[in-house]
């Protein structure tokens, strides 16, 4: 059996990479964030610590559990720090090929030839990712979701070069997490978002054509196909802009107009209305908890 990693690092604080050092921590590892802007750090630290009360609150975790996962979490501003020593490292920052790339280049200057690379993308070419890598046998695809608190699904995305046993680290890995991976090709869109962002543009075309409100077409599939949260309000929570970024990825990469983005949500975006993280997108968050 693999032997398990104690120490993993976590290259970006923003909504995904704040989840997953969150959910890391809590099952024993002890986790390294990094991010090069510093509020950005601090915000994800007071993730972690209303993340950790609330599941104290809501009787999930014992005050000793909170603390403890607390403890097992560390933030610095250096990626050379963060990732020094850590059997695992994911990355989990915006999504630009080229930043990626650049990313791991520097990472592998500063981790042992053996260590596992995870990109988090969820729509991104990983084996164009793990160019330029030594050794990209060890580079692999860990498509977590948001809220990764909650969700139980991990993508993990196999590129021309990731190794069988970088695989299988993995998938021990996830289980070790209580998520359930899936394994799929490196194709774009993987299978989540291509499915997912299918569904997105046409609640969005529907809403643009005055089929039904935003609320009562989420309804129709939170109630008749029993989704937990309907598309449009889910694109407001992974964010109009990201979405956007995929469609348009997916677009370009497959030639399918079904990936065609609507107008409704290049001016959303042009407008600034990114979803839940800006206040508003196909609903008004501010009241919102």
């Known amino acids: 059996m693999e032997e398990m990693p104690h120490r993993v690092a976590v290259v970006g604080a923003g909504t995904m990479g704040q989840g997953i050092a969150t959910v890391a921590a809590m ?60 059997e695992i490292v ?28 995870a990109t988090n993308t969820s729509s991104l070419s990983v084996t164009a990712i793990a160019q330029g890598v030594d050794n990209p046998t060890r580079v692999i695809g860990m498509h977590f979701f948001n809220p990764v608190i909650a969700m139980k699904l991990i993508e993990l995305v196999r590129g021309a070069t990731t190794s069988d046993t970088t695989v299988e680290r993995a998938r021990a890995f996830v289980t070790s997490l209580g998520k359930t991976p899936i394994v799929v090709r490196d194709t774009p869109g993987f299978a989540t ?47 109009l802009d990201i979405r956007l970024a995929i469609a348009d990825h997916l677009h370009r990469e497959l030639g399918d107009d079904t990936y065609a983005a609507p107008d409704i949500l290049r001016a959303k975006v042009a407008q600034g209305h990114l979803g839940k993280k800006s206040g508003e997108g196909f609903y008004h968050w501010d009241a919102q908890p």
């Not at 750090?41 to 009360?53: G, R």
């Open 27 to 86: 099952h024993g590892y002890a986790v390294t964030l990094t991010d090069a802007n510093p509020t950005a750090l601090a915000k994800a630290m007071t993730y972690v610590e209303s993340t950790l009360d609330a599941g104290v609150t809501r009787g999930k975790l014992s005050a000793d559990d909170r603390d403890a996962a607390r403890a097992r979490i560390a933030e610095t501003a250096t990626i050379a720090t963060a990732v020094h020593g850590a």
């Open 90 to 117: 994911i990355e989990a920052v915006p999504e630009s090929l080229a930043l990626k790339q650049a990313l791991f280049a520097e990472i592998g200057q500063h981790v042992s030839p053996e260590t596992l690379l």
């Open 193 to 239: 978002s291509r499915l997912g962002v299918v569904l997105g543009l046409e609640a969005m075309r529907m809403l643009e054509q005055g089929v039904a409100s935003a609320e009562d077409i989420d309804r129709a599939m939170e109630l008749g196909y029993n989704h937990p949260l309907g598309p449009l309000k889910l694109t407001d929570l992974v964010g």
